[in-house]
């Protein structure tokens, strides 16, 4: 079983920076890569960030430049560096990983509420 625990999301102002964590345990395939997606109000999920097994890092255009996707395997725990953020960066987050088989895993969500 595996479970991953986001944290870091917050209220903050148009132009500030805040770093959002996921904690994973229990049995990850660490051959597929691990991700960030999110949720703005009234729209679809969409990946973000993605870190590829190979450390390779692939981001959605709307946050290029901006947001950093990095990984502590010591800690099994991977991180998001959002700066420079805007109001249309205003979503839930989730962090998502591949269990064996590719079972999809998502964790409970982080509110991340930018300000102008």
């Known amino acids: 079983q595996v479970q991953l625990v986001e944290s870091g999301g917050g209220l903050v102002q148009a132009g500030g920076s805040l770093r959002l964590s996921c904690a994973a345990s229990g049995s990850i395939n660490s051959r597929k890569p691990m991700a960030w997606y999110r949720r703005a109000p009234g729209k679809q999920r969409e990946l973000i960030a993605e870190?590829?097994?190979?450390?390779?890092?692939n981001y959605a255009d709307s946050v290029k430049g901006r947001f950093t996707i990095s990984r502590d395997n010591a800690k099994n725990t991977v991180y998001l560096q959002m700066n420079n953020l805007k109001r249309e960066d205003t979503a839930v987050y989730y962090c998502h990983a591949y269990g064996w088989f590719n079972i999809d895993y998502w964790g409970q969500g982080t509110q991340v509420t930018v300000s102008s």
């Open positions: 870190l590829t097994t190979g450390s390779n890092t």
